[in-house]
């Protein structure tokens, strides 16, 4: 069980819109190319995946980078 945050940034905007906390650890995080659907029922193709893991945060932060599925 990895505890983690994923934080969902869209079209390109440097700011995270939404942040999961999965202190379960049964969430799955995306891959680069797949597309997801997310809340409003758009769905969304996964450009870039990054983790980082800064020594104040409790857990790893996974940063999945967004834009509109055609």
């Known amino acids: ?4 945050q994923i934080a969902y940034f869209y079209n390109g905007i ?4 939404e942040t ?3 202190l379960d650890g049964d969430m ?4 680069k190319g ?3 659907l ?3 029922g758009n769905r969304w193709k996964v450009v870039k995946v990054m983790t980082k893991q ?6 790893p932060i996974h940063m999945i980078y ?4 055609q």
Request: aromatic share 4%; hydrophobic share 40%; glycine share 6%.
């Open 66 to 69: 967004l834009k509109l599925a």
């Open 38 to 40: 997310r809340p409003g």
């Open 20 to 22: 999961d906390l999965d």
């Open 34 to 36: 797949e597309v997801v």
């Open 54 to 59: 800064d020594a104040g945060n409790a857990f």
């Open 1 to 4: 069980m990895e505890r983690r």
């Open 14 to 17: 440097l700011k995270a819109e």
């Open 28 to 31: 799955t995080v995306p891959t």
